[in-house]
């Protein structure tokens, strides 16, 4: 049987969240739903008062940050606007990893936080730690920017991952029947059979929403090409950092829905997230602070592409300040048009650790690389180019139907172009490109070490 979509909305959700949390991930939702539309003025003011907050909370009970004000010779009483922070040294991975106990807020007990586990570019897992609290503000921020797409509240929701949770528990089961109402396709096994399995699952179900790893939704749309999905989806979510340009026509056109792009780490959760105008992605302000840095550490003017330095406004638990979370990305010049306050990043370039390096020693996004070519040359499907010494990159690459040797070379010059006269280019025609452990694609990849 299958619950009203209104019902779950009205009751169910509200019931489950109240247990789980307290109700405090469906206030927070609510709150920020009515702040979105504040004046940028207003929320700067807001933001400016969470950043002292957090900053105050942190040198005072986390002995890592009471160390690094003194060092920098900085009072955070002082504190009021995020360039007051410029004199902190930027928190790094190896910081986090080495940091231990001293990482930990003291008026937090232990008890109250949750663990988020990350894999970062250097492959060395990295836990980080964040208060509940902190945990449902983060998913009410999540839930708000889900229903920026047109799904709702309350419908269920189809997800696109790799090796998705299966409940076990009759209390898991129950969860999954009456509130999740997830139906999964496991992007780890993909074949007709499953195809043709979740396309039964998704008329039966009707989600509201396609959620899932961009590449994973690319790869759905291309098994789907000419059929779609019925009813189609009210709106689709891409999760993972990189959406293609060429995938995204795909996935839109055969789903006949807008992709709302969503930008964010295990670290920190929501980070950015277009709207209904799908010109750049509003920085979750209310949870976040992003500064984008120039390489001598100077804030990059509106445009301009930098690296991504993030504050937690929300982790009260293992503060993060100023933290590099590797990727790069630039600031959009004017507000979007769509009224919220919340700034907008413009572009998202790439991680930080996968531009490849050219024979000059410059550094070149690779996705904008594969992008170029996709959109250039005909018979490539997919492609993912994998650098592992200065002079020579391979190409991975899904043949379509009119591949030939005309586009072997062209693809050759382009990357010759981009990286240096002399580079050594070995293409792989493969017939998919590999997933990480963790379910997601990365389709540039540098292994030299910086
Ligand atoms: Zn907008």
Redesign the pocket.
Known sequence: MRLPDRFVAACVEPAWDLRETGGRRLAAWRELQRRQWDAPAAVEVRRRAALAAIVRHAAATTPFHAGRFAAAGLDPLAVRDIADLARLPVLTKDDLRAGGEALFSRAVPRGELVAAKTGGSTGVALQIWCDRAGVERRAGAALLADTWSGWRIGQPVAAAWGNPPVPRTARQRLRAWARERILFLDTMRIDAAAIAAFAAGWTRLRPGLLFGHAHSLFILAEALEGRGLAPPPRGIVATSMMLLRPEREVIERVFGVPVTNRYGCEELGLIACE???H?GM?LSAETVWVEVLRDDGSPCAPGEDGRLVVTDLVNRGQPLLRYEVGDRGALAPDP???G?GWP?LATLTGRLADFLLALDGSRVAGISLIENTLTRLPGIRQLQLVQAERGAVVANLVPAASWSEVTARALAAALRDALGAGLRVEIRTVERIAQEPSGKYRFSICRVPS
């Open positions: 709207c209904e105008r010109g509003h979007c048009p769509c919220r907008l």
